[in-house]
């Protein structure tokens, strides 16, 4: 069974996975602050490179503008960098390993239009209601989705 526990304000400061697991682990959480609260990072024991740990720098919005993982040496494994519009929205994530971006673009009304990683571009087209109604993948395939009457989505390709 996986165990939680929580601070005074009601934040997660620890988990552990389920003992019956192959590796139970327990992670730690830890929080900022001058940040209102907002998670600073999250460290996962170990010795040598085993543990990690990630943590996160923010803007004076609370968005994560960097997240960092590091080994338990305190090696950096890998970094992304965020950046947003004037929105708020992200619009780009960057990879520390090569500096592959992830691009975001969204609708005047603020929905997801499509993501490009290695100019390979997915879009995403909504119904007159916002609904997403299709995702058409790089090589032109589309996966359309509607609405049932119970409500449940169905995906077809």
């Known amino acids: 069974m996986w165990k939680f526990e929580y601070d005074?304000?009601?934040?997660l400061v620890a988990s552990q996975t389920p003992e019956q697991a192959k590796v139970s682990t327990r992670s730690t959480y830890r929080y900022d602050p001058a940040l209102h609260g907002l998670l600073a990072g999250r460290s996962v024991?170990?010795?040598?490179?085993?543990?990690?740990?990630?943590?996160y720098a923010r803007n004076a919005l609370g968005q994560v503008t960097r997240a960092e993982t590091r080994d338990g040496a305190g090696n950096l494994?890998?970094?992304?960098?965020?950046?947003?519009?004037?929105?708020?929205?992200v619009v780009r994530i960057v990879d520390s390993r090569g500096g592959k971006a992830l691009d975001y673009a969204w609708t005047p009304a603020g929905r997801l239009a499509s993501t490009t990683l290695d100019g390979h571009v997915w879009r995403f087209q909504y119904d007159g209601v916002g609904r997403l109604a299709a995702i058409v993948a790089p090589n032109g395939?589309?996966?359309e989705m509607k609405l049932l009457q119970s409500r449940a989505r169905l995906f077809l390709r």
């Open 141 to 143: 395939a589309t996966i």
């Open 77 to 89: 494994v890998v970094a992304y960098d965020y950046q947003y519009d004037a929105a708020h929205r």
């Open 8 to 11: 005074a304000h009601g934040n």
């Open 45 to 55: 024991p170990g010795s040598g490179s085993a543990g990690q740990s990630v943590s």
